[in-house]
């Protein structure tokens, strides 16, 4: 008997982050149930990134909280290259992005890999 194999879906693509929510890339999340962001080594102050959230690629985005109403973030650091989970609430939405918390970073690129 031949073994059951799961097929998943994924895709790889590149985003600019930005304080700005209106110049973050947007990142298209309907079919997918996991993931990570990689940001490579940045010298900058930035240390959060916020997820925003929508229904609709154009939006309108709104603050990501969870059951707590705390804000979603994730914490980064500049000094060394790393891959970050994207938090399990991120995935309800069809339409996420990713805001930092330092203008001194706008226009960096990340990696997305996400997983259906």
């Given at each position: 008997?031949?073994?059951?194999?799961?097929?998943?879906?994924?895709?790889?693509?590149p985003v600019t982050l930005d304080a700005s929510t209106a110049n973050a890339t947007t990142?298209?999340?309907s079919d997918m149930?996991?993931?990570?962001?990689?940001?490579?080594?940045?010298?900058?102050?930035?240390?959060?990134?916020a997820v925003w959230v929508a229904a609709e690629?154009?939006?309108p985005?709104?603050?990501l909280k969870d059951k707590d109403g705390t804000a979603v973030k994730l914490s980064v650091t500049g000094?060394?290259?790393?891959?970050?989970?994207l938090p399990?609430?991120?995935?309800?939405?069809?339409?996420?992005?990713l805001a930092l918390n330092n203008t001194a970073a706008d226009g960096l690129t990340?990696?997305?890999m996400a997983k259906g």
């Open positions: 008997m031949s073994e059951s194999k799961i097929r998943r879906k994924n895709k790889v693509f990142i298209v999340l149930a996991g993931g990570i962001v990689t940001i490579g080594t940045h010298n900058t102050n930035a240390t959060e990134l690629e154009a939006g985005f709104r603050a000094s060394t290259a790393a891959a970050y989970t399990d609430e991120v995935f309800a939405a069809p339409f996420i992005k990340a990696t997305v």
